[in-house]
Nanobody, 129 residues
Framework: QVQLVESGGDLVQPGGSLRLSCTAS????????IGWFRQAPGKEREEVSC??????????WYPSHLKGRFTISRDSAENAVSLQMNSLQPDDTAVYYCAGVETAYYYSDLCWRNMFEYWGQGTQVTVAS
């Protein structure tokens, strides 16, 4: 059973940075992806980044409007994926979730196939002065 636990949410001032971490365990299939999502009150859930692992490689994905501000990476311990967020603005305020999907077959677009089936509990990020 895949388990995901987020940490790192906090109150940060506009223009500041924050690093979220998603500790993952239980992946058993050869191909998997971990994505970061966020949901603000009254808004739809939005995927903000994703990393797909296949054949020893890691492929990252970002929506165009966040590319350059958000960076997803695998931590050195290799059981965690971090999301570095820079130049944060009040619009970035949301609950941030990490989600996981694993498959027995390779999909080049696993990050945006909407197949995520495992979710963490979420961590609150608030950007305010």
């Amino acid at each position: 059973q895949v388990q995901l636990v987020e940490s790192g949410g906090d109150l940060v001032q506009p223009g500041g940075s924050l690093r979220l971490s998603c500790t993952a365990s239980g992946f058993a299939l050869p191909y998997y992806a971990i994505g970061w999502f966020r949901q603000a009150p009254g808004k739809e859930r939005e995927e903000v980044s994703c990393v797909q692992f296949a054949d020893g490689y890691a492929y990252t994905w970002y929506p165009s409007h966040l590319k350059g501000r958000f960076t997803i990476s695998r931590d050195s311990a290799e059981n965690a994926v971090s999301l570095q967020m820079n130049s944060l603005q009040p619009d970035d305020t949301a609950v941030y979730y990490c989600a996981g999907v694993e498959t027995a077959y390779y999909y080049s677009d696993l990050c945006w196939r909407n197949m995520f089936e495992y979710w963490g509990q979420g961590t609150q990020v608030t950007v305010a002065s």
